[in-house]
T-cell receptor, first 116, second 111 residues
Framework: DTGVSQNPRHKITKRGQNVTFRCDPI?????LYWYRQTLGQGPEFLTY????????KSRLLSDRFSAERPKGSFSTLEIQRTEQGDSAMYLC??????????????FGPGTRLTVT | QKEVEQDPGPLSVPEGAIVSLNCTYS??????FMWYRQYSRKGPELLMY????GNKEDGRFTAQVDKSSKYISLFIRDSQPSDSATYLC???????????FGTGTRLQVFP
């Protein structure tokens, strides 16, 4: 068990470009979450998956953002037509299957996005 | 008003001191309460979690929840320079998996 991994760790892109991030959860963790964290703030929830099903999306997740978890293992988060306001740390977390309110979410190291 | 309020600090203490970190919240539906530690440019690391009101102890860390006051605390005994980090409180309601975080308190423990 090597923990949650995220790639790339850093991404610099120009405004208007598309970017995609990958998250590999802890093996056998059925639930996977995406959060966004800006400087000086706590993480903000974006979306989460139970296996391959996307169960909840935040209003923060505009139509430029899309997340997938096609086989219930790794997940990707894509941002289209990036804007400078998208610059943030994108965090992925996972947790074992449980009742609603599962709270032991284990975070990865994050992908730091800089939009120039 | 934010659902979860947390003093951003920084909080600066000498090595060996007892540290008290606190959060208040407004949503009475919150049932699960967590503390995460985050080092600079790293992901949050889960330290403690508690369900509903009460205390929980793990080594040098004690978490307290007072639901009647909507107030949670994390105490660190015998603080060490390696405890220097940002401490985030987080909470969730029974019917949702999403965590609501405070802004984090930056702690500095000097030798």
């Amino acid at each position: 068990d090597t923990g949650v991994s995220q790639n790339p760790r850093h991404k610099i892109t120009k405004r208007g470009q598309n970017v995609t991030f990958r998250c590999d959860p802890i093996s056998e963790h059925n639930r996977l979450y995406w959060y966004r964290q800006t400087l000086g703030q706590g993480p903000e929830f974006l979306t989460y998956f139970q296996n391959e099903a996307q169960l909840e999306k935040s209003r923060l997740l505009s139509d430029r953002f899309s997340a997938e978890r096609p086989k219930g293992s790794f997940s990707t988060l894509e941002i289209q037509r990036t804007e400078q306001g998208d610059s943030a740390m994108y965090l992925c977390a996972s947790t074992p299957t449980g009742l609603a309110g599962t709270y032991e979410q284990y975070f990865g190291p994050g992908t730091r996005l800089t939009v120039t | 008003q934010k659902e979860v309020e947390q003093d951003p600090g920084p909080l600066s203490v000498p090595e060996g001191a007892i540290v008290s970190l606190n959060c208040t919240y407004s949503n009475s539906a919150f049932q699960y309460f967590m503390w995460y530690r985050q080092y600079s440019r790293k992901g949050p690391e889960l330290l403690m979690y508690t369900y509903s009101s009460g205390n929980k102890e793990d080594g040098r860390f004690t978490a307290q929840v007072d639901k009647s006051s909507k107030y949670i605390s994390l105490f660190i005994r015998d603080s060490q320079p390696s405890d220097s980090a940002t401490y985030l409180c987080a909470m969730s309601a029974y019917d949702t998996d999403k965590l609501i975080f405070g802004t984090g308190t930056r702690l500095q423990v000097f030798p």
